[in-house]
């Protein structure tokens, strides 16, 4: 079963705009990490949140992570055509392999 | 540094055919791992390695196999191709198992089409 959800599933705004993108996820974790997929291309990592961190910001990317309500949001400011990309949430759950679950992604498109 | 790469980019299989899926790192990473990726679905991990003679199985491992037998390869084997497995493989590295603290790399991908 999938780890994560993304909400929205798609997204389309303004260049210049924000974007907000969440993710709820389903049992307890060490961390949550961001990445972005151009279309055809595989993930690039954007940013990683610990379990006992509750906001973080690089550059133009700001996530929040509320393990209270098993849910994060990354926040793009001041968009650009070019963030146009898949964005997915992968969790490292705290028991078990620590691997990767993703979810199903959020589709942005930021029109010039 | 190359990074990850994966060949071949493209391959269409015919049900019951078997096909090796190639996947290096020339980072020295311990861990590599395969995922899948289909359509609304998000990425499944098949397979993993933390490191050259370790696998194990992740999410969706029936019907692939895997070995390690250096650090920089980790191929993924079809046994015997089925529709149900036409979809995006990515492969991915890190240089341990430590995803708090280490990135996984992506390969751009192999997209298999079975008839």
């Known amino acids: 079963s999938q780890q994560g959800e993304e909400d929205p599933q798609a997204l389309s705004i303004q260049e210049g705009e924000n974007a907000t993108m969440n993710c709820s996820y389903k049992t307890s974790i060490n961390n949550l990490q961001w990445y972005r997929q151009n279309s055809g291309r595989g993930l690039v990592h954007l940013i990683l949140i610990r379990s006992n961190e509750r906001e973080k910001h690089s550059g133009r990317l700001r996530v929040t992570l509320d393990t209270s309500k098993k849910s994060s949001s990354l926040l793009i400011t001041a968009s650009r055509a070019a963030d146009t990309a898949s964005y997915f949430c992968?969790?490292?759950?705290?028991?078990?392999?620590?691997?990767?679950?993703f979810g199903t992604g959020t589709r942005l498109t930021v029109i010039p | 540094n190359a990074g990850v790469t994966q060949t071949p980019k493209f391959q269409v299989l015919k049900t019951g055919q078997s096909m090796t899926l190639q996947c290096a790192q020339d980072?020295?990473?311990?861990?590599m791992s395969w995922y899948r990726q289909d359509p609304g679905m998000g990425l499944r991990l098949i397979h993993y390695s933390v490191g050259a003679g370790i696998t194990d199985q992740g999410e969706v491992p029936n019907g692939y196999n895997v070995s390690r037998s250096t650090t920089e390869d980790f191929p993924l084997r079809l046994l015997s191709a089925a529709p149900s497995q036409t979809s995006v493989y990515f492969c991915?590295?890190?240089?341990?198992?430590?995803?708090?603290?280490?990135?996984?790399?992506f390969g751009p991908g192999t997209r298999l089409t079975v008839l």
């Open positions: 991915a590295s890190s240089r341990t198992l430590a995803t708090s603290t280490d990135t996984q790399y």
């Open positions: 992968a969790t490292e759950k705290q028991t078990g392999a620590n691997n990767l679950f």
């Open positions: 980072m020295n990473h311990e861990y």
